[in-house]
């Protein structure tokens, strides 16, 4: 098979996940070629890196290609495959790849799965991914298309080995003009307390269920010396700032306690918090994704457990 | 300014979810059902810009969608189109048969959810831009219509954005928290029903993917904590202590 992995530069690095995308394409080719893509301007040093992991690395660059633009990703890839004609294209399920992946995938007339954790080519070609918010898995059979394009959940494919291919200048240049114009990056939001460096941190979720609620969750920030922190939907809500939240769109947290309460655990909001020393978990829901990467669960009312909780802290303080 | 809105009548993932005894689909008792979160961002957000810079907000909804359409009217959409079509978890089908809906639609601006909360493919608005061939952004946070153009922020990762502009007409799928979605008032529910609510049958051909197998995820669980309130709550402190964290 020829597995070409689409790679990802971003604020002048490359991204890990282009190396993850590698991994997959090399764990799938057999007797083809992993081969990967880089696009923008003056990257022949990520070609370079690149190259270390795959077969052979496109080059193409040019000073339009500086930002990220998804109709230009889809012109100079379409062009490349028109003349490559790969079996499968693997792209970051980021917020680029899984921005322009569709509309690739509609000019190449090819099937398109996206946020993947699993690919089988031994027999067809059989792609995994989670539904329902990662409380089910749905394995997807690839009926036809003589290119597959796939985009790939990070941090699945760390796994891998180096090649040591050649790095070739694709020669294609941009030939449109995008109606769709860059004009700048926004920065974050800077709060008063950065979640980022506290060592305890109680996160609430949706089970929360309204603003005043978080006053509950507060107090036991207090009790423990903590911060409060939140997923999405809290966010969402505005029942606390955007600073505050955790996950891939919010914020990565490493604290040594993570009081998960209420939250049910999407994937977005795991990837920010996983790596905390110690996960607890309380959740009505005893199917909650969240009891997947907590070390301990509870499960039931965080209206019931949380005041309990202040009580015996507030007795051990005095 | 004419926007079409994609809404999808989609389950809660927080709703007790089976697998059918085939194995190849969801077992829909237990499952309640009710418009796509993210959609329920683009409907507001498709009013608003409406209240703004007049014009029409036309909803679109593929499948068993009647009461999401309802609800979207009850909202302030003008119209609703129901594309009375079942193409399952096929994205391709589902953008396809919006397409051929559409056709006869005049529209500056298509607005969707960013993904659908039941089962996260994030495909059918940008498939659909595609399609048409016009300009798009996913992940929307902002939308701002200038001269003919949309200004609009994009989220990326780590709390960044990303400002562009792009010409009309174009389609944008929207984060959630992009707005504060309006409650459906009783007199809206009354107005709602004297609403235009079409049908509009279309072609399904193909579809690029089949459903293999679905199935529970293995995971490594969490050693639970049982007993009373007071009881859950002694043992936390044991470990917190254990631990010294406190």
Redesign the interface.
């Known amino acids: 098979m020829r597995v070409f992995a689409v790679a990802e530069i971003?604020f002048g690095e490359l991204d890990p996940v282009s190396i993850e995308l590698l991994n997959l394409a090399n764990s799938i080719k057999g007797d083809g070629t992993a081969e990967a893509v880089v696009i923008g301007n003056n990257i022949s040093n990520y070609a370079e890196e690149l190259a270390k992991y795959a077969d052979k690395v496109w080059k193409i660059e040019d000073a339009s290609l500086e930002n990220y633009n998804?109709?230009l990703y889809?012109d100079v890839l379409f062009q490349l495959f028109s003349k490559e004609k790969p079996d499968i294209v693997l792209v970051a399920n980021?917020?680029r790849g899984?921005?322009f992946?569709?509309?690739?995938?509609?000019?190449l007339n090819?099937?398109?799965?996206?946020?993947i954790v699993g690919l089988d080519t031994s027999n067809g070609i059989?792609a995994t991914r989670?539904?329902?918010?990662?409380?089910?898995?749905?394995?997807?059979?690839?009926?036809?298309?003589e290119t597959s394009v796939f985009t790939v959940r990070q941090g699945v494919f760390k796994e891998g080995s180096e090649v040591g291919g050649e790095v070739v200048d694709a020669g294609i240049k941009p030939s449109i003009t995008?109606?769709?114009?860059?004009?700048?990056?926004?920065?974050?939001?800077v709060g008063e307390v950065d979640i980022s460096q506290a060592d305890?941190i109680v996160s609430v979720g949706?089970g929360i269920e309204d603003a005043s609620n978080i006053e509950l969750a507060e107090e036991l920030a207090d009790a423990?010396g903590g911060v409060v922190a939140g997923s999405?939907?809290v966010?969402?809500?505005?029942w606390l700032p955007?600073?505050r939240?955790v996950g891939?769109?919010?914020?990565?947290v490493k604290p040594?306690?993570y009081l998960a309460l209420g939250i049910?655990g999407a994937f977005q909001h795991i990837m920010g918090m996983k790596d905390s020393e110690?996960?607890?978990?309380v959740n009505k829901?005893p199917?909650a994704?969240i009891?997947?990467?907590?070390?301990?669960?509870?499960?039931?009312?965080i209206f019931?457990?949380v005041?309990?909780?202040v009580?015996?802290?507030r007795e051990?303080k005095g | 300014m004419n926007i079409i809105v994609l809404a999808k009548h989609a389950?809660d993932?927080?709703s007790e979810?089976r697998?059918s005894q085939d194995g190849k689909s969801?077992d829909e008792r237990g499952l309640v059902f009710d418009i796509n979160d993210w959609d329920r961002y683009a409907v507001e957000e498709a009013i608003r810009l409406k209240e703004e810079h007049g014009g029409e907000v036309v909803v679109v909804g593929v499948g068993q969608t009647e009461d999401t359409l309802r609800k979207c009217l009850a909202m302030g959409a003008d119209r609703a189109i129901k594309v009375p079509v079942e193409p399952g978890?096929d994205?391709?089908q589902t953008a396809m048969a919006v397409k051929e809906a559409i056709s006869g639609e005049k529209f500056d601006l298509i607005l969707a959810g960013l993904m659908s909360?039941?089962?996260?493919?994030?495909?059918v608005?940008?498939?659909l831009?595609?399609?048409l061939d016009?300009?798009?952004?996913?992940?929307v946070t902002s939308i701002k219509v200038e001269d003919g153009r949309v200004?609009i922020?994009?989220?990326?990762?780590?709390?960044?954005?990303?400002?562009?502009?792009?010409?009309l007409p174009?389609l944008l799928t929207v984060?959630?928290?992009i707005n504060?979605p309006r409650y459906v008032s009783i007199m809206g529910i009354k107005r709602a029903k004297s609403k235009e609510l079409k049908e509009v049958s279309v072609s399904v051909e193909g579809?690029?993917?089949?459903?293999?197998?679905?199935?529970?995820?293995p995971?490594?669980?969490?050693?639970?904590?049982?007993g009373s309130?007071?009881e859950?709550?002694?043992k936390?402190?044991q470990?917190?202590k254990d631990?010294g964290?406190?």
């Open positions: 971003k998804p109709e889809v980021s917020s899984s921005e992946a569709p509309a690739l995938a509609t000019k090819a099937p398109v799965i996206t946020d059989k989670y539904i329902f918010q990662g409380k089910l898995l749905v394995d997807i059979l690839v009926k036809d298309g995008p109606k769709r114009e860059f004009s700048q990056i926004i920065e974050p939001e305890i949706r423990l999405r939907p966010i969402d809500s505005g955007k600073d939240q891939i769109s919010g914020k990565t040594k306690l049910s110690l996960i607890i978990a829901d199917e994704p009891f997947g990467v907590a070390q301990y669960g509870i499960v039931g009312d019931e457990i005041p309990a909780l009580d015996k802290l051990i | 389950a993932p927080e979810i697998v969801v978890m994205s391709y909360q039941d089962y996260n493919n994030a495909l608005g940008v498939l831009a595609g399609m016009i300009p798009f952004a996913t992940a200004r922020i994009r989220e990326l990762e780590g709390g960044f954005g990303e400002e562009n502009v792009l010409s174009a984060q959630s928290g504060e579809g690029y993917t089949e459903i293999d197998r679905i199935y529970t995820p995971v490594k669980k969490a050693e639970l904590i049982e309130p007071e859950v709550a002694e936390l402190i470990i917190l631990r964290l406190i």
